[in-house]
């Protein structure tokens, strides 16, 4: 058995549909079960939506006229969707009434993205005589927990995940993206989830490989949309992809791993539209290149908190309290340093104001306390940073040769990334003169 993951981008019209499905056929010797994103951009069309209701204003016909466009032009049953499309307007209108938009709700209106999706690809695949069947995660025993926007899988469900996948009488086309919870309710995993849900059911199964199907040729040496020399990188270990897609790299939800290397199933990253390229394979180890490192990711809008303690306290109680305070506050760091009596801490994203307001207000009991937004994390990745002595030396004087200075470096102990705090304008300037590092190895 394999998983064959679709992004949004791989099935945004009719010819990525049915050539979606082309591929599907070709690995039908493998047992494939489908997982399916939303098509093309529903689910940022969803949020717009979700958020105009709350200003009282109905408007869905962006998701409707992008769906029966599609529905038509793949020649299926053009009212294949309209029970959804009722129930969809019907959150909407809820939201336009009462002016109150909560995160549950946001889940159940991005789910009508994937619902679409899944009946949309299945129904082709019956048209082409292949027997696809539309599956709903959230009724297969998807259970999260209730953070919803960023839900986590239980523990225990890979069972009834299993038995449930195991027991659809056809090829299952099964969501993406999407859970529920012990209430009933259903919840999202996070932006880009639906590879996070292919590796669930991936490790749920044992599944020889799972398979992510999308719009590049593999994980890269840097995103190709900031430096269009970026190379396929052929394989990386699971921690070197764990690094990559927990720093940033879109191509991955940053949780998909996760469940791979809990049951050691490879992942393999392949480009939907040319389908010939070799692509990536993640496996338990890393295979060395000649290169200085594997990878430059980045995130950006991340801030910098910075607390000096007023009285005499010791930089850990202020790291205890800090973290204490944050993760009550529901605000994930990605790097740390320390002085004296000095704590530096990094976001792992960027909040709203009245998050970090509220956070803030409470750090500042311990000193002084500094923010500043409009941050970013540039990361070095790969095992061959281990070996490569000079490498911090290499790294300051490519961004030094830049005009850009390194605000925080943090390095991991298992040594294979080493991130960089600097300005959101810096990034493309910062990860092309880093890329150079890695372009000056033979391919
Ligand atoms: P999908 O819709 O298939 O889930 P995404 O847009 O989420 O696709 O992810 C693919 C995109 O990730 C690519 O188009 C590319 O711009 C971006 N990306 C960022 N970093 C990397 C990287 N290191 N390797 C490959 N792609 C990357
Ligand atoms: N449709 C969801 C999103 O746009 C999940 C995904 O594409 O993986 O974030
Ligand atoms: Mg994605």
Redesign the pocket.
């Known amino acids: 058995m394999i998983i064959m993951k679709f992004?949004?981008?791989?099935i945004a019209d009719a010819d990525r549909v049915r050539h979606a499905v082309d591929l599907v056929r070709a690995s039908l010797s493998r047992q494939p079960v489908v997982v399916v994103?939303a098509h093309g951009k529903t689910t940022d069309y969803l949020l717009a939506a979700a958020h105009t209701a709350r200003g009282g204003v109905i408007d869905i016909s962006a998701v409707t006229d992008y769906h029966a466009r599609l529905i038509a032009d793949l020649g299926i049953a053009p009212t294949l969707c309209d029970d959804l499309f009722e129930r969809l307007e019907g959150f909407v209108r809820g939201v336009s009434l009462i002016r109150e938009l909560t995160p549950r709700t946001v889940d159940q209106i991005l789910s009508f993205g994937e619902q679409c999706s899944t009946r949309i690809v299945a129904a082709h695949m019956q048209q082409q005589g292949m027997p696809g069947v539309a599956v709903n995660s959230f009724d297969i025993g998807l259970e999260t927990d209730s953070r919803h926007g960023a839900a986590t899988p239980l523990p225990g469900i890979d069972a009834s995940l299993a038995s449930h996948v195991r027991a659809v009488d056809g090829i299952p086309v099964v969501t993406g993206f999407l859970g529920k919870d012990a209430s009933g309710s259903i919840t999202t995993l996070g932006r880009?989830g639906?590879?996070f849900t292919a590796s669930i059911i991936g490790a749920a199964l044992q599944v020889e490989e799972v398979q992510i199907?999308?719009?590049?040729s593999?994980?890269?040496?840097?995103?190709?949309?900031v430096d269009p020399r970026?190379r396929s990188l052929a394989q990386l270990s699971f921690e070197e992809a764990s690094e990559?897609a927990y720093y940033g790299?879109?191509?991955l939800h940053p949780s998909t791993l996760v469940p791979a290397i809990r049951k050691g199933i490879p992942v393999r990253v392949l480009n939907t539209m040319h389908p010939e390229d070799a692509g990536s394979i993640i496996l338990p180890d890393s295979a060395l290149t000649p290169a200085a490192a594997k990878?430059i990711?980045y995130k950006e809008d991340v801030c910098l908190i910075t607390v000096a303690s007023a009285r005499l306290m010791s930089a850990v109680e202020i790291l205890s309290k800090a973290f204490g305070v944050l993760s009550e506050g529901g605000i994930g760091v990605h790097m740390a340093a320390t002085s004296e009596a000095t704590v530096s801490l990094v976001t792992d994203r960027d909040y709203d104001e009245k998050t970090i307001a509220h956070a803030l207000e409470r750090l500042d009991s311990l000193g002084t306390v500094q923010v500043s937004r409009g941050q970013a994390i540039v990361c070095v990745i790969g095992e061959e940073l281990k070996s490569r002595v000079r490498i911090l030396e290499e790294i300051f004087s490519r961004l030094g040769e830049q005009g850009i200075k390194a605000r925080m470096v943090s390095q991991s102990a298992t040594e294979i990334n080493i991130a960089v705090l600097i300005r959101n304008d810096e990034i493309a300037t910062a990860v092309t003169s880093l890329h150079e590092l890695i372009l000056a190895a033979p391919a």
Do not use: I, N, R, Y
């Not at 992004?7 to 791989?10: I, K, L, R, V, Y």
């Not at 199907?213 to 590049?216: L, Y």
């Not at 593999?218 to 949309?225: E, F, L, N, R």
């Open positions: 992004g949004g981008s791989s994103s880009s639906s590879d199907w999308t719009d590049v593999g994980v890269m040496t840097c995103d190709p949309s970026a990559l790299a879109e191509v990878s990711v």
